[in-house]
T-cell receptor, first 111, second 112 residues
Framework: EDQVTQSPEALRLQEGESSSLNCSYTVSGLRGLFWYRQDPGKGPEFLFTLYSAGEEKEKERLKATLTKKESFLHITAPKPEDSATYLC????????????FGTGTKLQVIP | DGGITQSPKYLFRKEGQNVTLSCEQN?????MYWYRQDPGQGLRLIYY???????QKGDIAEGYSVSREKKESFPLTVTSAQKNPTAFYLC???????????FGPGTRLTVL
C-alpha cells in the first residue's frame, strides 16, 4: 500500500526565514509526485508535479525537488501570504490515477 | 474561465436525510473524483469516474453514491447509511493522459 508522510506537521517561520518541508513516500513504482497548497476552507491549489529523481521545479518563492525516497518543498524568503497547508501526494504505476495524499504541513509565516 | 465548481459551499442535513453535492467542470476532463477531508487526515477517495456512464468505488464508498451521465458533471449523494457524514467534500478532475488533479472549492457538510 502506498504511503506518504509529511514533516513537520506544523512550521512557524519569521518573514524572510527560508526553510524546507519534507514528503517521504513509499510507493510501488512512482508515477508522479504532486504538491498542493490549501488555504483554510478552500480546495487544494495545484503547485507542482515531479516525475523522476533529480527533477526540480520552481514557482516564485517555492522550489520542489525529488529523490527516490522523498521530496522537499523549499520556501525561500517566505512572506505572510505563503501561510497555508502544503499537501504532498503520489500516484503509482498501477492501473488508474489513484492518488495517495499525506496529511500536510501547516505553515505559518509571521510578519 | 475554465474550472471546477461545487455547490453549495455549506450544507446542513438532519440525520436520516439524503443530500446531493454538485460538481461541475468545464475543463473537458475525462476523469472526475470525490474526496472527503477530515481534520488530521489525508484526503480519502470516495468514488472516481474515468469516463461517462462508468464509475468505481474508492477507499470509503460505503454510504455514498454517484452518477456520471454527462462529462461535465459528477454529483455525489450522501445517504442516510453514511454513519459519520460531517466533513469537507472535495471534487477533482484530471485530463486524459495526466495524473494531475485539479480541485474545486469544496462543500462543507454538517449533520445536525
Amino acid at each position: 500500500e502506498d504511503q506518504v508522510t509529511q514533516s513537520p506537521e506544523a512550521l512557524r517561520l519569521q518573514e524572510g526565514e527560508s526553510s524546507s518541508l519534507n514528503c517521504s513516500y513509499t510507493v510501488s513504482g512512482l508515477r508522479g509526485l504532486f504538491w498542493y497548497r490549501q488555504d483554510p476552507g478552500k480546495g487544494p491549489e495545484f503547485l507542482f508535479t515531479l516525475y523522476s529523481a533529480g527533477e526540480e521545479k520552481e514557482k516564485e518563492r517555492l522550489k520542489a525537488t525529488l529523490t527516490k525516497k522523498e521530496s522537499f518543498l523549499h520556501i525561500t524568503a517566505p512572506k505572510p501570504e505563503d501561510s497555508a497547508t502544503y499537501l504532498c501526494a503520489v500516484t503509482n504505476s498501477g492501473g488508474y490515477q489513484k492518488v495517495t495524499f499525506g496529511t500536510g504541513t501547516k505553515l505559518q509565516v509571521i510578519p | 474561465d475554465g474550472g471546477i465548481t461545487q455547490s453549495p459551499k455549506y450544507l446542513f442535513r438532519k440525520e436520516g436525510q439524503n443530500v446531493t453535492l454538485s460538481c461541475e467542470q468545464n475543463l473537458n476532463h475525462d476523469a472526475m473524483y470525490w474526496y472527503r477531508q477530515d481534520p488530521g487526515q489525508g484526503l480519502r477517495l470516495i468514488y472516481y469516474s474515468q469516463i461517462v456512464n462508468d464509475f468505481q468505488k474508492g477507499d470509503i464508498a460505503e454510504g455514498y453514491s454517484v452518477s456520471r451521465e454527462k462529462k461535465e458533471s459528477f454529483p455525489l449523494t450522501v445517504t442516510s447509511a453514511q454513519k459519520n457524514p460531517t466533513a469537507f467534500y472535495l471534487c477533482a478532475s484530471a485530463g486524459e493522459g495526466t495524473d494531475t488533479q485539479y480541485f474545486g472549492p469544496g462543500t462543507r457538510l454538517t449533520v445536525l
